[in-house]
């Protein structure tokens, strides 16, 4: 059941910048986006960028040491939201960056928070297009460990997430 919410042009902008990896200049770079988070606007009608929740490629190395570590920190305990985290992961055979979409639904959120996100997923997914890999985190322990990032994005061939190996 689709719960009527529209998605803000400015989060549509985001994956955009996200997804198109063109030849930019270094200061384009860093300033895309490495993972951001998304919420409800507190009218519950849009999905909104979330104000300072997010991570920039060009402070990785100066501001943040381990990025997934950082985005895993920048999830609410007691509340849902959706993420986009560009992950830079290695197989045997090759780099790759993949985009991720998740859907963050902590057990500790309160139901009408989970049944709203849930209900407006698909808003927000039907604007993404052309992501490969979707996955739903109900907990801290699902999300903190790096190899379950890894086994979303090639199960067992990955060998290392964010230039540290597994």
Not at 52 to 79: R, T
Not at 122 to 146: C, M, P, S, Y
Request: glycine share 6%.
């Amino acid at each position: 059941m689709a719960s009527g919410v529209t998605v803000d042009d400015e989060v549509i902008r985001v994956f955009n910048d996200m997804k198109v990896r063109k030849s930019s200049t270094q200061d384009e770079v860093k300033k895309r986006k490495k993972a951001v988070l998304f919420s409800l606007s507190d009218d519950k009608k849009k999905i909104v960028v979330e104000e300072g929740k997010q991570i920039l490629v060009g402070d990785i190395g100066e501001s943040v040491d381990d990025p997934y570590g950082c985005f895993v920190k920048l999830l609410p305990l007691n509340d849902c939201r959706y993420g986009l985290y560009d992950a830079t992961y290695e197989t045997k055979e090759s780099k790759k960056e993949d985009l991720v979409f998740i859907f963050w639904a902590p057990e500790s959120a309160p139901l009408k928070s989970k049944m709203i996100y849930a209900s407006s997923k698909d808003a927000i997914k039907k604007k993404f297009t052309g992501i490969k890999h979707e996955w739903q985190v109900n907990g801290l322990d699902d999300i903190q460990d790096r190899r379950t990032l890894a086994e979303k994005l090639g199960g067992n061939v990955v060998v290392s997430l964010e230039g540290k190996p597994l």
